[in-house]
Each structure stands twice: as structure tokens, then as C-alpha cells.
């Protein structure tokens, strides 16, 4: 059997993702959330009057409740005001124009009823879209990669991919090989988690409460709930990223 051909390096998704493997935990996740939170900035500053991203919203009735709250990082009151204000008169429509039809009359479980069929969203919330494109696509340039050495390092230890990662991308894993390899790096580096999360345990005995933790220690608690549920969607992270 022939071996694979060599990815290129020049895959501007991966230098996203290779950014993310240095800085530590799922690096899907981090892709995901600084992917996610430029185009709500972008959003907020660039389309705010744009017809076609109001239609939009208006058929996912605004953002999801995570993304509609990261808004306010960006603290641009002026801009959340303005699109909502437009969605929450749809709904304001919306709400009279049920109420005024007959089946108010034939009481309340049937007005919810129609209520809930008239006010469900069309379309998923836009950014959540973003979301799954975006981690999609990191995956796949991840998994390409996984035979290389330094993609290997970093996964088997400190960038380990969360449990909800970890399983897509097994489903992208195009062979057995890449497929085991992952789940070679996914085991050492829980390993890692496990070994700090006792030694977190241990130094909180009186006894050994003298030996200090080490800053991998400290954050092994973190990096356990991430192992499972994947990062904190709206943990701040800084500045605007002008990566992927």
C-alpha cells in the first residue's frame, strides 16, 4: 500500500488550528469559539442594516440564547438595540395576530398551541451555523494531519480534544490508521488529566499539602469538565483574533 499523500501546510484553516494546538486544550473548540466570536463582532459592526442578515434572524428569531448573550462582550449597546428592536416588534406581530384569531376563545392550552406553532423559528440561529462549519472544517484539517509528529505531541497531551470532538472525528477518520491514531492520542492525554487530577486530590491531604501544586495540577479540574463537555463557549479570551 501506497503512503498518503503529503498535506500542505498552506491550508489557512489549519493555521488556525495549529495556532489553537500550541495554546492548550480542544483545539477545535478554540478554532470554533474565536471563528464564532469575529463574526458576531463582524455582525455587530459590518451588518447590522444588512436586509438579507435581518431576514435571516428573523427566521431564527434572533440569535440562541449562548450567542445572543456573548453579544454583550462586545458592548455595542447602540447595535443590539437596533436589531432587536426590529425582531421583538415581529414578535410583538405575531403574538397580536394569534390572539386576536378565534381560537382564543377555546381557551388556553389552545392558543399556546397555536402560539408555538407560529412563533417556532424557520432557520437555526446563524451563528450556531458558523459553529458546525467551522468545526467541521478544523476537523477534517486536523485528522489530515494526525500522522505528523507535532500534531501528535500536542494532542496526546496538553491539546487534547474534547469528548464531543473527539467522536466527530472519528466519523472523519478516512481509515483504520488514522482512526487508531486518534484514539491513541485521545487515551495519553486523558492520562495526563487523570495523573494531575490525583496529584490536585492528594495535595489537599494535610499531609502533602506542603508539596504546592503545579499550574497543570491547579487547572486539572478545568481541563476534566472540558474533556467532556468541551470548552466554555463564552470564556473571554481577549482581543479579536484576525486568524480563521
Request: aromatic share 8%; charged share 25%; with cysteine.
Amino acid at each position: 500500500m501506497s503512503a498518503p499523500a503529503p498535506v500542505p501546510d498552506d491550508d489557512i484553516v489549519f493555521f488556525a488550528v495549529k495556532d489553537a494546538l500550541a495554546e492548550g486544550g480542544c483545539p477545535v473548540c478554540r478554532v470554533a469559539y474565536k471563528r464564532t466570536r469575529r463574526y458576531l463582532w463582524g455582525f455587530l459592526y459590518e451588518r447590522v442594516n444588512d436586509p438579507q442578515t435581518r431576514e435571516e434572524l428573523l427566521a431564527s428569531r434572533g440569535f440562541c440564547a449562548r450567542h445572543a448573550w456573548a453579544l454583550g462582550q462586545f458592548h455595542d449597546a447602540l447595535g443590539v438595540a437596533i436589531v432587536y428592536c426590529h425582531l421583538v416588534q415581529d414578535l410583538e406581530r405575531n403574538i397580536a395576530r394569534v390572539g386576536t384569531e378565534k381560537t382564543i376563545w377555546r381557551g388556553g392550552p389552545a392558543l399556546a398551541a397555536q402560539l408555538r406553532k407560529a412563533l417556532t423559528p424557520s432557520q437555526e440561529c446563524p451563528a450556531c451555523q458558523q459553529v458546525k462549519e467551522v468545526e467541521t472544517a478544523a476537523l477534517d484539517a486536523l485528522i489530515r494531519r494526525i500522522q505528523r509528529r507535532d500534531v501528535w505531541e500536542r494532542l496526546s497531551g496538553p491539546s487534547g480534544l474534547c469528548l464531543p470532538h473527539f467522536t466527530a472525528g472519528l466519523a472523519l477518520a478516512r481509515d483504520s490508521a488514522t482512526a487508531h491514531r486518534l484514539l491513541g492520542a485521545e487515551l495519553a492525554a486523558l492520562a495526563v488529566v487523570v495523573r494531575d487530577l490525583g496529584e490536585l486530590i492528594r495535595k489537599h491531604d494535610y499531609r502533602f499539602s506542603r508539596e504546592g501544586l503545579t499550574p497543570e495540577e491547579g487547572r486539572s479540574w478545568t481541563r476534566a469538565i472540558e474533556f467532556l463537555v468541551g470548552r466554555d463557549p463564552l470564556e473571554e479570551r481577549g482581543g479579536i483574533s484576525s486568524g480563521y
